[in-house]
């Protein structure tokens, strides 16, 4: 790669939105369709639960390229609500080492009596020997141990009938209470209807260590990559019981035979605090064979290319049977293999199920247009267990690229062309096939997006202090197109606690009142400052959300083309005027968003990508809860909030 094509740090690490459609990763470049960008004056502060994404600032991420965590949620962090903390659970205000956790029974306070701390590892994985591992206490307080200086500080407490969490433990409290809640069982009934009935099935629930998260204040967000697993043996014929499973945690389920999979689950399961759910699996063969023939648009096969099956994480709505997979690398495949001289890959037995099959990509968003490059294409195919055989050809075109330039309506007097050039990103989004590219400019402003298919697509720009004028849809085919950017409005301010009149570190949140798609996240510093530039026409408004649980939102403010707003004010509401609300999608969720809002305005907001359980802090009274596929609201709910914890269960 040559230098002037290496990833420009400053330009390409950001997250775009207002695009109708879901969650797209692309090389370092993070897209959301259907969200703003992100605008921010300070590090993000508040991270969130679940599988969602951080939305950085396209202005912070250009001036501040550090400011770059993609993985947490601009959500508020999850409050206790359910159980008041015991007066000696105080948390205080000074600064030392936090000196111990108090494990408690979510349901009535009373203490996690029975259990271990894990250390986490760097990778997540579960560390279970020497002083990484610490017995709770009877009055179930835990009391963190004099661990070597590595830079995992992350924990996982396993308690008999409790669901598992993970934590990790910062400066701020001599005492934290954590509320643990029940743990949920599976409970299989297995038939086996093959010709031969296997031995030793073992049943196998798997969940990301990333969701296993503490419900508390000063508990932060935990990333960690790897994965959880309970499994049981099983026999057909009987009933067996996973037990001890976590709570509001994506439960993917399998049935394990010889170390292979003879049985995925079709639905990724969230299971309520002390459920049981009863799930019927039926075995009826190992699955087909699948002979995948990829050739390109005048049928050339491509040789020794990497082809894989999948059913997650695909940029698909709907509906949708074809999709761009993402260009970061090697997708979430399940098994891959390369084709040979004919352009074939072969898989046996493949599990029966909607599977995604497609090619992995191979040219990065900042990597100069390859002509040999093929669309990393990927079709839906149903895959029945009483098949033996299942062919399919997957057709990708070969270097197909949207080409055009850029052009700025008036000069920016804080910037030279070149600045102006860097800080532009490019977005792609299908109309009619899931996913799209991004990518930047050339020196000279131009820009090549692909490698893509024959299908249209809407082409958008996003900069720093730059709103686009409007999109256009083309094709690849088409002749290099002209996008042109004006100076959009900029908005900053303060966000207060209204008692002390001082500034307060926040996540914050600009909504285009009225817009389908009119979400900007960010974060304020630690006197509250807040800023977002680029904004477009019309009326707007700013919330706020801090990580003890308050919430607020700022007047209404009309802005129009290069308007400065200045001294924007944004009260925090006492957490006594908020409510503990809980969202639990299952079933087809398909990658979106969900936003909850009062009295029209988004006061709380999180990316899904499939079924998950989040954690909102919002203010009392009616508020509206929406699923977003894309920039379609594919659900509304309305409920009334009090000051007792509430869950919404949405199963598509």
Not at 466 to 491: C, F, H, K, N, Q
Request: aromatic share 4%; proline share 7%; glycine share 10%.
């Amino acid at each position: 790669m040559s230098e002037s094509k290496r990833p420009r740090s400053a330009v390409s690490i950001v997250v775009l939105g207002a695009l109708a459609g879901s969650a797209l990763v692309l090389g370092v470049i993070v897209l959301w369709r259907g969200c703003g960008a992100r605008a921010s004056a300070g590090e993000p502060l508040v991270p969130a639960v679940a599988d969602a994404q951080r939305t950085p600032t396209r202005d912070a991420l250009l001036e501040h390229p550090s400011a770059t965590d993609t993985r947490a949620a601009p959500v508020p962090v999850e409050v206790e609500t359910a159980t008041p903390a015991p007066a000696s659970a105080t948390l205080v205000s000074q600064q030392p080492p936090l000196r111990a956790i108090r494990f408690v029974r979510a349901e009535d306070g009373q203490p996690v009596a029975s259990g271990k701390v894990h250390a986490l590892d760097s990778d997540g994985s579960v560390a279970s020997v020497g002083p990484s591992v610490a017995q709770l206490r009877l009055d179930g307080t835990y009391e963190q141990p004099n661990l070597p200086d590595h830079e995992w500080n992350r924990f996982v407490l396993l308690a008999e009938g409790r669901s598992p969490l993970v934590f990790r433990c910062v400066e701020g409290a001599d005492l934290l209470v954590i509320p643990v809640e029940a743990a949920s069982t599976l409970r299989i009934q297995l038939t086996d209807r093959r010709a031969s009935l296997g031995v030793g099935l073992r049943l196998v629930a798997t969940t990301a260590t990333s969701q296993l998260i503490a419900t508390a204040q000063r508990a932060e967000f935990v990333h960690a990559e790897s994965e959880m697993s309970w499994s049981a043996s099983v026999r057909a014929g009987e009933s067996s019981d996973l037990a001890a499973l976590p709570a509001h945690a994506p439960l993917s389920l399998s049935v394990v035979e010889a170390g292979r999979d003879v049985h995925v689950h079709d639905e990724v399961l969230v299971l309520a605090p002390g459920e049981t759910r009863d799930v019927a699996i039926e075995l009826l063969g190992p699955g087909p064979a699948l002979v995948v023939r990829a050739v390109d648009e005048r049928g050339a096969p491509y040789v020794g290319r990497e082809l894989g099956f999948l059913n997650r994480r695909v940029d698909a709505l709907p509906g949708d049977t074809r999709a761009l997979l993402l260009s970061n690398g090697t997708p979430a495949f399940r098994e891959t293999a390369r084709t040979d001289e004919h352009g074939v890959a072969r898989f046996e037995h493949v599990p029966p199920g909607r599977w995604w099959i497609g090619l992995a990509p191979t040219r990065a968003p900042w990597d100069p247009p390859d002509p040999e490059a093929a669309a990393p294409l990927a079709e839906l195919v149903e895959l029945g267990a009483a098949e033996e055989r299942r062919e399919h050809e997957l057709v990708a075109p070969r270097g197909a690229y949207i080409r055009g330039r850029v052009e700025f309506e008036e000069l920016d007097a804080h910037s030279g062309g070149a600045q102006r050039r860097r800080s532009v990103i490019l977005v792609a989004q299908g109309i009619g096939i899931g996913g799209g590219v991004t990518g930047d400019l050339e020196p000279d402003g131009s820009f090549a997006l692909g490698p893509l298919t024959s299908d249209a697509y809407r082409v958008e720009t996003f900069a720093a202090g730059w709103a686009p004028i409007e999109p256009l849809t083309v094709r690849a085919s088409d002749p290099p197109i002209v996008l042109r950017l004006r100076a959009g409005a900029r908005v900053s301010g303060r966000v207060i606690d209204p008692a002390t009149r001082e500034g307060v570190r926040a996540e914050t949140l600009l909504t285009m009142v009225g817009a389908a798609d009119g979400e900007q996240l960010g974060s304020s510093d630690g006197s509250g400052g807040f800023g977002y530039s680029g904004v477009p026409d019309g009326a707007c408004v700013v919330s706020a959300f801090t990580a003890d649980g308050r919430s607020g939102a700022s007047r209404v403010v009309q802005v129009t083309n290069g308007v400065v707003v200045d001294g924007l004010e944004v009260e925090l509401e006492p957490t006594a005027r908020l409510a503990e609300l809980r969202v639990t999608l299952e079933g087809a969720i398909d990658p979106g968003r969900v936003v909850v809002a009062a009295d029209g305005v988004c006061r709380a907001y999180a990316f899904v990508d499939g079924p998950a359980s989040q954690v909102f802090a919002c203010p009392t009274g009616e508020v509206e809860v929406r699923l977003y596929a894309g920039a379609k609201c594919i659900e509304r709910r309305r409920v009334a909030l009090d000051a007792a914890a509430l869950e919404v269960r949405i199963r598509r």
